[in-house]
């Protein structure tokens, strides 16, 4: 289970969350949707403690944590409980694949190298790079790439997975692979929350969507009531513009 | 099997193509019978070549050039990182610092000799001095850029696994900025030969650049063209150092 609590933040005058609470139950699958520069990413990245929040509070399972005054202890152990899929990859360039996916594993949970190296292979096996162990990033395509930081989530046995936009700086017929091996990690049971536009994605895997607008929750609800019978305004028209984006999207 | 070995002699030779044909130019241009003042022919340049062998001056000269110019790399490739990493961490030096050695660049480095001579004299620090102070800027803009270019999302990684700043250093910062370290490398020892030649030609006793100046007084064309072969020899070798190295430390970024 993971819960934010009236989160606010502030860049300058800037008042970039006003008010933000997210609950997601254990298993669950929250995807939260938003026009751009509405907070998304700054939410997540709150939530992982890559920005300082001005004040909240953030559960992980047991453990409950003040988003402004947290310890270093604190945010070491939310760390270890998350685990964050970045739009861009952010990928150790000098790295293979697996040891991409070890490192967190090693030098984060002090795992074994032999150990992190057999989960790594089986977590690379399982997005379907068995082949590419040793591959650098400049030697993946872009999908492949994100599917070793899709791995490299995985492997860390994370209580919540963070993904930000994951598909969007993808090549369009990559898309659909990665969005399918997130799908298998939800179908794991992983708790996670995903910042996203694919709708065909939401309608599939989520188990609430959440609409985000100029730092506050809109609305939020089951991906039937969001997406066919929104009772928001903004929701509607956000929407109608995304949907007429997307062609493989119909209800 | 066949077909890959003509491949190679194509890739290999075509190169060298154009070097053989100015070669044969200039030995029928210096065959016996023309005008032969203003060029030596070939053999008269091998012959001198094979003599300066024997009696050790071409391996004294070469050796002296050489280390000097190693020195002067060490020194001013020293310094450059050393700055560019202060700089490029450090707001503070970064403003104090950073306009200074941008007005330093924009001075030819060559007007620098005179000063440099008034300074050090004429004696082997001079010429340590002229390499250091050429190579530190290729090396330090290049380091200085690589480490601004290093990408945050990558730091921020490093934070998310509580990297200590050494493995933060190791992992990231370096591997991050070494592509361009590695270019400000190879830019630098076109600079380095440079100025070596131009220092070791105004002031010394060793040297390539003392070989081509003497030369040029007694008028021997056969040792100033015969320097100027090493010059493009060390030349053709400092570069292939530079690609080794560029293959040897960022092998990841083969695609
Ligand atoms: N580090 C920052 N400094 C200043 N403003 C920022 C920073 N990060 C984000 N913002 C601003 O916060 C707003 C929300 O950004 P973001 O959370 O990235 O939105 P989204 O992910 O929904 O597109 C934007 O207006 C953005 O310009
Ligand atoms: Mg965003």
Redesign the pocket.
């Known amino acids: 289970m993971i819960e934010v609590k009236n989160i606010k933040k502030n ?2 005058k ?1 008042s ?1 969350l006003k008010d933000v609470s997210v609950k997601v139950e254990d298993g669950q699958v929250v995807v939260i949707l ?1 026009p ?8 997540l990245r709150c939530i992982n403690f890559l920005e300082n929040a001005d004040s909240g509070r953030l559960t992980i399972g047991n453990l409950e944590v003040d988003l402004k005054k947290s310890t270093k202890k604190e945010i070491l152990n939310i760390r270890r409980r998350t685990a964050f899929v970045f739009q861009n990859y952010n990928l150790f360039a000098n790295k293979t694949a697996i040891e991409n996916v070890m490192e967190g594993l090693v030098t984060g949970r002090h795992v074994p190298k032999a150990q992190a190296r057999e989960r790594a292979e089986e977590a690379l096996n399982w997005v379907g790079l068995s082949d590419k162990f040793n591959y650098y990033p400049a030697q993946l395509s872009g999908g492949q790439q994100q599917r070793v930081g899709i791995a490299r989530a995985f492997v860390l046995d994370p209580e919540v997975i963070l993904f930000d936009e994951p598909t969007s700086a993808l090549d369009p017929e990559l898309v659909g692979e990665t969005l399918d091996i997130i799908k298998k990690v939800a179908e794991k049971g992983i708790t996670m929350i995903v ?1 996203t536009h694919e709708m065909s994605f939401a309608q599939d895997v989520a188990d609430k969507v959440i609409f985000m607008d100029g730092g506050i929750v809109v609305e939020e609800g089951t991906p039937e009531v969001i997406f066919s019978n929104p009772k928001e305004e903004r929701t509607k028209q956000f929407l109608s513009r995304i949907i007429s984006l997307d062609p493989n999207y119909s209800i | 099997m066949v077909v890959k070995r003509t491949g190679n002699i194509v890739k290999f030779g075509i190169p060298w193509i154009i070097p053989a044909f100015v070669l044969l130019l200039w030995y029928l241009s210096t065959r016996p019978g023309m005008n032969n003042t203003l060029m030596p022919s070939p053999d008269k340049v091998i012959q001198k070549t094979f003599e300066m062998i024997k009696n050790g001056q071409l391996w004294e000269y070469l050796s002296v050039s050489t280390v000097r110019a190693g020195k002067g790399l060490l020194l001013g490739g020293f310094i450059g990182l050393t700055l560019a990493f202060l700089t490029g961490f450090n707001r503070i030096l970064d403003l104090t610092l950073d306009t200074s050695i941008q007005m330093l660049r924009t001075i030819p480095v060559l007007a620098a000799i005179s000063i440099m001579i008034i300074w050090f004299g004429i004696g082997e620090r001079v010429k340590v001095y002229m390499v250091a102070f050429g190579v530190f800027f290729p090396i330090y803009i290049n380091t200085y850029h690589g480490i601004k270019s290093i990408d945050k999302g990558l730091m921020e990684m490093g934070a998310v696994y509580g990297l200590s700043r050494f493995r933060i250093f190791t992992d990231i910062i370096l591997p991050g900025a070494l592509p361009s370290i590695l270019v400000g490398v190879r830019l630098s020892l076109g600079t380095m030969w440079l100025l070596l030649i131009a220092s070791e030609q105004i002031a010394t006793d060793a040297g390539i650049g003392y070989m081509a100046m003497s030369a040029r007084e007694l008028l021997q064309m056969d040792k100033i063209v015969l320097a100027i072969i090493l010059y493009a020899i060390l030349g053709k070798l400092s570069d292939a150092w530079a690609t080794w190295l560029e293959r040897k430390l960022i092998r990841w970024r083969e695609r």
């Open positions: 860049f300058g800037h970039v938003g751009s520069g509405s907070g998304k990413t700054t939410l910042v």
